[in-house]
């Protein structure tokens, strides 16, 4: 069976209950996520080998946060334990016209902290056949990122096929230095994985007209920069999500791939349960369809399919399994009760 | 005041809380419910009296099971004590494009190990004006079967009136076994109650044209069925109830009975808080208004209006009122609240 | 800073958890709120200075109370310590075709129970630029109404700006009760909220062709009753929410004032988390704009997306930031996550 | 089997969670009780029938009410639905040093507002061998009064045996009041149960030497003040309640009977889950071994015992078999599993 | 590092919440455990590699079930897929003079169903030092008993050394059968672990003057009843718990060893947060010192230790780490705050 | 009315349900409290102006901290909102053998990264009748130490008393950095409270035989270091806490203060609920004490007292009020119910 190796920080998810208000809320439902971590999720949950690469620091809630890994099935063994803090986002759900809101609590963690060397690749990436990182780690450092690019360097050196998504925050460095960055990280990328406002800040990348707070698709556009983005970086695909926001409980979701041609996925109408880590769960079903062969426009439907469910699953992590998403897959969206 | 008597077991449901999937509880809400006692429920929600006859265990989960059912007025003076366990059911709410789940873990129930002869049915009927049972209760063995044919005799006897629901449930037995066992309890119903893949499955009846997976509604398919089974089994009046499934969040709900003509209510778009028990809350209130003596056309809508409301009430039981229910017969839909 | 001054009671508000029903309520989620100090609590959460006037009993729910008003920052030092009882209402949520429903047990509070001369007026509107009441104080008894004269004096002799929200309450008096004790309280108001029906009941004050029960809304119909409203009783503005329930959980909501010239904000289709208080946060955001010196227009779109907002927060007050009403304001209703 | 009546007010009980404090409680966990609906709630645990006399109001509220009595299989038919209100007491869980409290907010209640003629008591004290109150409820007004005067004319007339608790409570009534009042009302009582506080409080009766509040017991006092009832009264047997209150979590419980010869249980030491209900616990297995005509020392066991359980028990009822007490009388008191 | 493999069954547990009573209960709180699963959950605790070998069914709550121990470190691989229920048990927790209750529903689970030649013990046993399993196994019939004999079988020719929990469970079968069964299976154990009353039920090895229900411990007698179970059945090292169980609440906790010279830990009062999984994580902390070898005396006190711990540890497991049952036998039992 | 002004972090605290262990936690209860908040909540709850200077962000987290010291009363208005983070510490409840634990994550966070000349402290004070803070405060970081040195120079200019706890935390800073801090900022405190691990720890100073570990007061001891502690560093009056652990569940509870004589208060076996913020509880009923002018023995009483209800209170703050603290004081400790 196949093997996915993820790089990332996981974090603790701190969210109150229902659709309180952060001042509101009198406790935190807590779970643990992150980009590259639900990515991990997803693929465990299709019955792959997965390992998640990250540090954590000695406590019990670091112990936590790989007790959340293990339970579904994810290899831990290369966690590296050391430093101080698990890293915290503040997650408060949005509704109507009130969106949802993060407060990242995630300076100083212990996967900020690593440092080139602390990982052995060589052991890590043993046995692997893909390995998945995104921009939010090399965002945290330079010490970070220079540990991105061991593990890329012995990625290359095996033959591990490479994916990324771009996941841009702004909150954590500028547009300039992350273009600095990622344009070496995403040279020569198998797979890509990035939003038209992604490419736009980080490689500025935009296609003429395009006015992404308009909330209209322009599929045009889409296949303008996902072409100037293979061209230039020799990715060999792109794949982005393309989603309407009607308002915080109900978003149209559609999403797309480009290999040299363009592959769109039907469009969902989702009624939201929770939408974070909604297009890590489009990463890690589109890798899987990868790993799996799946040509372009199954592998695009699948992902799209997956993604879709997932915004119905509260968490971070898509706990869906193959045969659901292979159900909505086939046309069986209507909600009857599965007896 | 007329007394109804449902014949069923009922059943210890668990669900995780909100939206979470089976995987992510660590608790589980407890409701008792079954589709014969949630018929029962209704109709003391809406004044009759009420026995629910069925058989639990000794122990204090079984006693518990008893108490949901006094609690809103039931009697239970002819419940069995007897056997070793409360039959289970899991229930995981959907939403969107994840559909609703059911694992059922009933086997070995109390009541699945009912005997011949165990009910004292001249004594359990008596002050009976109708008797309500479904398609389940046979299907859970030979022993059960023969204690609906014993209950039917001394309905026959005393002269009570009949419905029954068929329930198909294919993972309780083969359509082949329901057609053979079927065929003679429905015979000369007063009511029976169907969907047009409850009487597809089992007897083999459908119209021309129908495609119950598509989910489009063919009123002129019901219709025929419907005129079908009342020819092949002296049934008195058909009614069904035609869902369709937008999403796992958002269904249309129409009901139609047929006794000779036909009646349609009213179609509800419901936006769904809990949709188990909707198609017993539609029996449970139908009998209410054939006891009353609505009109064809009042007794669909109140039926209508009665189910419609179920699918925003949680639990199994329909947990409304008459005055409810007829505020929205006669309209008023709009949500204003009721101070 | 301006200073708000509201005078009214404030209740304990006791819900079932999520939709459950009254009857399957095990706990219920415990929040304080009331007309006038729903009011109070916008205008605190913009950040002026508030000052919330009432009685409540010595006790720790009184005490209670007090918290959740001194928690976002209302002034409490002139709240009567007096009398036995806080005055209760019980809420339960609405979905679908199911109205949301009150059950109020406000009878012999501490406030109900107020005496003329109780409050120090002279020193609780000291430094005061704005006084609001609504009509649920006058309808508590005629010893409330004799307190809302003191303050309407107090008010006029200091120069303090007046608003009122009518908010007829047929279970507390009668329309010509309310007709006869109105009539004077709302004289030369420089701020009236009402809907078409409170006009209609109080002041026999209607547009010829409106329904109300109709759910369409009429906008001339609105004009011609603020207009009649401005006229009879010398108020410099109306303001009006209308609300279009489609359901108990989706409504349309807009806002509009009138004084003299019509101003209507957006529509908003608001999905609803919690509807108990919107209008008040209509009030709310209205005053606070009226003290800003925004033009009309602005005024009634800041109300409109304030009170729009507030249906997607649980509980009374309407716990959303100056900043958040503004980029709803300015279009950003979309839903997008806000890191 | 036989019946027993109970006359009195069911209140809606309202704990913060846990030890949470008033001011603190964010939820309340609802529950119902009060001193006479608790022992009918003891008698119907143990297999008797029982019915429930009292008045709650038409809404969801009073509903609940009579839900939680029919729950435990209690007869709730001679209920009069009438008036507005629920009666309502806050109970804050006490810990260690710190005491537990309870607020009372049930003035107004529907019960409160019974008239004399409201009850049919003739009906409802029919097939009845036993009646039940306390001075709690003549402590309500003199319209309960003369209630209560019905019934015991009522039960004289039937031959129906009668109890009383006499449960002071000083924020009812005065001492004065009562005694004028209690003085007829305990007249020929079959049993009396009462605390030393009691008996000092309303009739003047204490033992020299006795100090109530020192925490220590004095067995003679007790004696001599049951002696001195059922001289004073004609009462047939006198039934006290000894708790040493070492701290709010840990109390010593003993009971006694005086009927010319006095009768103590074993003394338990009990860590206390839930305090309230203690007492009526007691009266309710007391009354339950005069109807099985249990001898006077198995007698005083049996509710020893089973009061002492009450003490491991969430909420006002004694949820406890007879079974259950049976083995705590037998000595088994070590708390091993039962599987 | 060492790996111990477990053979038996996980059970869902379902548990009111705090100490509400079964028929109390809205809601129970899941968790996942058994007696050989609990051993297993210690170790891997301790930091020991750990297999568990049972047969699951292939829905969600299987999977959950697989997870929980996933989680904890646990290997699953050799867990079957197959079958169609998990075994449940309710319980509920005591306190003071209620004893805390269990309600078995575990018929026809799938690891009930279990055959012979199922599970490929050559495998499953590969790599383990370590093989433990309970007489709850055997006992749950014939098929289950015959794979015990398997992996005896296995373990004897690989040289893995053997432990056994006897755990007799008189509702699961009796005393004859486990004594036929047993007899074999005893034979030449590395550990036994039982209590006095599990040697007399099932083998009939009592002390002279030994009477279990009298709560009080006799040293000599289980120093008599080790030697005698370490003759006639070749063991070993017999281990046993002595539980004074002076309240549900509150218990003495010692444990003693038998090897030719007995050992017992200190004395720890324990007051109760959850008892179930005392025994059983007695067990595990005890295989653990062997395989680390450690001396007599310091096995029996880290075991004792270890288990006393687990008293304060809610669920079945024994979520405590290796330091901080070390510094519990070190004797630092105050309490002090852990910064 | 006196004003109190205390100065210090106020963190988020995180605690699993009831007694689950972190490593089980979905969900946590959060509150906001810290060594100084806690003394300034308690001088609140007693009637005190208070006053609470610290930094917060600007964010809802912080926000939501500042709701929680407004709630009880506590002045904000010189509460700095800079910085990025609130200080969080999780809080794992112990019982029995097994200690509380705490995981401190509170670097970086705004009140740390104050910096001398952010708080205009002749305004802070204004007003302020005594100032408060601790050890804790210093220990993050020199740039707060000024900030400390600036709030006593302008105590100092205006005759503010100023009281500080000790708190010696050996994760924060070592013992020789606290040495040379605290020297200089204990000098002429008019009150110092420590322990015997404190002074010994940071001061070097400790009595001769003492051994803090074993658990055994030793009364000479404590006076001994209190009168070094007075006369080394001309602090007015000594007061200390003196706890015996004898678990995680209950302790003996006695304080003392010494001002060249030594008073004792009571001492209070406290079963706990909480104990976090017992010592802040005490200092806190200390200060009112002094500022009420109690003597030393009623002062040691009072708060001694106070200090022993905070163990049965939920929370970092002492939610009590001055006549629940002279009710126990008089010795009502029995826990008798407050109705």
Excluded at 86 to 107: C, H, L, M, N, T
Excluded at 231 to 260: C, P
Aim: contains cysteine.
């Amino acid at each position: 069976m196949e093997r996915v190796a993820c790089f990332g920080e996981i974090m603790l998810r701190l969210s109150p209950e229902g659709y309180l208000r952060f001042q509101q809320a009198g406790s935190f439902v807590a779970v643990y996520g992150g980009a590259e971590a639900n990515v991990c999720a997803s693929l465990a949950q299709f019955g792959l080998k997965t390992r998640f690469i990250t540090a954590l620091p000695s406590h019990a809630i670091g112990q936590a946060a790989v007790n959340a890994l293990r339970a579904i099935g994810i290899e831990t063994d290369y966690i590296l334990i050391q430093g101080s803090r698990v890293g915290i986002y503040f997650s408060e759900k949005g509704a109507a016209q009130r969106p949802s809101k993060v407060i990242y609590d995630r300076a100083g963690s212990s996967f900020s902290q690593i440092q080139p060397g602390d990982i052995n690749w060589e052991a890590a990436l043993d046995g692997v056949d893909w390995f998945h990182f995104t921009g939010i780690t090399p965002a945290l450092g330079d010490n970070v990122t220079e540990s991105v690019k061991e593990a890329l360097a012995t990625a290359h050196r095996k033959g591990i096929r490479v994916s990324c998504d771009l996941n841009y925050r702004k909150n954590l460095w500028t547009a300039e230095k992350a273009r600095s960055v990622m344009t070496e990280l995403v040279q020569g990328l198998d797979l890509c994985i990035a939003n038209e406002e992604d490419c736009k800040s980080v490689f500025g990348i935009s296609s003429p007209g395009s006015d992404i707070d308009s909330g209209n698709l322009n599929h045009e556009g889409y296949l303008y920069v996902a072409e100037q983005m293979r061209k230039q970086f020799g990715i060999s695909e792109m794949a982005v999500t393309l989603r309407q926001s009607h308002s915080a409980s109900d978003n149209d979701w559609t999403v797309m791939t480009y290999d040299g041609e363009s592959h769109f996925s039907r469009t969902y109408p989702v009624h939201i349960v929770d939408r974070v880590g909604g297009g890590d769960s489009f990463g890690g079903a589109l890798i899987y369809a990868k790993l799996k062969g799946f040509d372009a426009q199954k592998a695009v439907e699948f992902a799209g399919a997956a993604s879709a469910l997932k915004h119905s699953v509260e968490g971070d992590f898509n706990i869906v399994s193959l045969d659901e998403v292979e159900r909505l897959m086939r046309g069986d969206g209507s909600g009857r009760v599965q007896r």
